[in-house]
């Protein structure tokens, strides 16, 4: 009996921290609440679904969210393995390098998003000013407005802000590995590239599903960086992902409701690839 009383602050934290708040947005996302319309909360069924399943950008914003998640986990995740891969090697100063490399993750994001602003600036930022400098081109160039270049350099921020976290804990995994494995794998004639694909890799496996779980939900429910940097745009709607523009249904549009339903669609996504992930991984493993 005192096990199940310890565990009641804690369920009790889950019930009113989460389970309550998930079940009131469920609850909203049936109704056609407006937050400029007082005697507006009436139950209107899957009407807030169907009406964003019918919109014009639904399968832009769905394709957008799929390519901002994968581009930006690969990116992450191969950045982190080669700086992992790299320190754990007895280089001169690594304790030193090992922590410069966690600098980015320390940084908020909202802070790291002005900043990088300003970096790709197309009146004053630096990346202009050197390009010019450099001759390589003759005009500045608006990055976070150009459809050619907004989704590189979106990826590119958004991979130098959190290849940190997958840096330590692929580090991390790569530091329990037998040492014995690779010098039997030396002696088979396993070097380099075999090496690495035949001992590294299996060996990290239960560190790369956890990775590549984690950073496809959180990078699906990211909304600073999108936000921060271009607001979705430009026009229209050209990098709007699903979790900002349920707030800025919700903020600017003032409709409670069907930002509700989008969420829900979005959680609902989620939890059915996290699903098919979990069995597949172990499918393949038995």
Not at 23 to 39: C, D, H, I, K, M
């Amino acid at each position: 009996m005192v096990g199940y009383a310890l565990l009641v602050p804690g369920i009790l934290a889950l019930l009113i921290l989460v389970a309550i708040p998930v079940a009131q947005g469920v609850a909203l996302s049936f109704t056609n609440r407006y937050l400029l319309e007082p005697n507006s909360g009436q139950f209107n069924g899957l009407d807030n679904y169907i009406q964003f399943i019918k919109h014009p950008l639904f399968l832009h914003y769905m394709k957008n969210t799929a390519f901002w998640v994968v581009g930006t986990m690969v990116g992450k995740i191969g950045i982190g393995m080669v700086l992992a891969l790299l320190l754990t090697k007895p280089v001169r100063f690594r304790g030193f390098y090992r922590a410069i490399a966690l600098v980015p993750w320390v940084m908020p994001m909202v802070a790291a998003g002005v900043v990088w602003r300003w970096i790709f600036d197309g009146g004053y930022g630096i990346v202009n000013y050197w390009l010019t400098q450099l001759h390589l081109t003759s005009q500045y160039v608006v990055f976070l407005a150009d459809k050619a270049w907004v989704w590189p350099c979106i990826f590119l921020i958004a991979w130098w802000k959190d290849y940190p976290f997958c840096y330590a804990v692929l580090l991390a995994g790569l530091q329990v590995i037998p040492r014995e494995l690779y010098e039997a794998g030396t002696i088979d004639g396993a070097t380099g590239w075999k090496s690495f694909i035949n001992i590294t890799v299996p060996q990290l496996r239960p560190v790369l599903f956890v990775l590549v779980l984690l950073e496809t939900i959180w990078t699906a429910n990211d909304f600073t960086s999108i936000w921060i940097l271009t607001k979705g745009g430009p026009p229209p709607d050209f990098t709007m992902t699903l979790t900002p523009l349920v707030y800025m249904t919700y903020s600017q549009f003032d409709r409670t409701g069907y930002a509700a339903s989008i969420a829900v669609m979005l959680t609902v996504i989620m939890m059915i690839f996290t699903t098919l992930y979990v069995r597949q991984v172990k499918s393949d493993i038995t």
